[in-house]
């Protein structure tokens, strides 16, 4: 299945006393299986294989950052381009987390490019912002008039086990999805460790976990008020704030509590409702979820 499947190519390095990661992955419709026909990376950022656990129609990839954290000065670049018809899912084998910074600022960027009638599923594990931690996020989507894309982000301010509150450092998040060069989505957010907004009403009401549903799929205007009403049925396990939208030509979910599990379980229980509208297959979980 995979024999014509490249190996990992290595991008020319650059000396820098921080981490200077990228991935560039590109998939490819062939017939009726979808191939990772580009790979390479520079840094300690890779996908070691492609998976096809429900059949060759659809590609995983697990994402791997052998650090397991990012440290201030460290810069993540995360690309993807799927071609006509391809079927690609990206995840991650556990939590992303962001390490107290001493002054430099780290980042990740991430980079989607969706063509004619492709689907992406982005369904990483959440995300744990440390006190201290100076982090800057940024996420571009661009998709054909008829591609699809469902993705999910869940933002952890400090260690909750541990007892940690972010009340220290600094994080910014971008995230804009546009459809043939017009945007959909536009979300920006600026916040400092003694932000007023954090105990707000009006912000984050003391909560400490935050998540973001976001469904993108040609079908959407005609099928959203049926996938409102039956996602709107499902409920967190925790019982925090949560609601369910749809403005035009997106289907969004949102999620406002303290645990990351919770949402975590919540979105997955969303998704497995919604593929069935979006690409006509049934959910089947990653593996990796459950190690």
Not at 34 to 44: A, F, K, Q, V
Not at 169 to 175: E, I, K, N, T
Not at 281 to 286: I, L, R, S
Request: hydrophobic share 45%; charged share 15%.
């Amino acid at each position: 299945m995979n024999a014509s499947v490249p190996p990992p190519q290595l991008m020319p390095a650059t000396p820098h006393a921080s981490w200077q990661a990228e991935l560039q992955l590109g998939f490819a419709r062939r017939g009726g299986q979808t191939l990772l026909c580009e790979n390479r990376h520079r840094g300690p950022l890779r996908v070691q294989k492609p998976l096809y656990p429900e059949g060759e129609a659809v590609c995983q990839a697990i994402l791997l950052h052998p650090p397991s954290g990012i440290a201030g000065g460290d810069e993540l670049r995360i690309a993807a381009t799927l071609e006509s018809g391809a079927h690609a899912q990206l995840t991650t084998p556990g939590a992303g987390k962001w390490y107290r910074s001493g002054g430099a600022v780290a980042s990740q960027g991430i980079d989607f490019t969706l063509g004619a009638g492709a689907v992406l599923e982005w369904l990483p594990q959440e995300t744990i912002v440390f006190d201290g931690a100076r982090a800057r996020m940024q996420t571009q989507v661009s998709l054909a008039a008829d591609a699809a894309f469902i993705g999910w982000d869940i933002l952890c301010l400090g260690r909750a086990a541990a007892g940690e509150r972010f009340v220290s450092g600094h994080f910014d998040l971008r995230y804009r999805i546009e459809r043939d060069g017009a945007p959909l989505w536009l979300e920006r957010g600026s916040f400092a460790g003694d932000d007023a907004m954090f105990a707000s009403a009006a912000g984050w009401a003391g909560a400490s976990v935050s998540g973001t549903l976001l469904l993108a799929f040609p079908g959407l205007p005609q099928q959203a008020a049926g996938l409102l009403a039956a996602c709107r049925q499902s409920a967190p396990a925790d019982c925090a704030a949560h609601a369910l939208t749809a403005p035009p030509g997106l289907l969004i979910a949102r999620y406002l509590g303290d645990s990351s599990e919770a949402a975590r379980h919540w979105f997955a229980a969303l998704w497995a409702m919604l593929r069935p509208a979006y690409c006509g297959h049934p959910a089947v979980p990653p593996r990796i979820w459950n190690t």
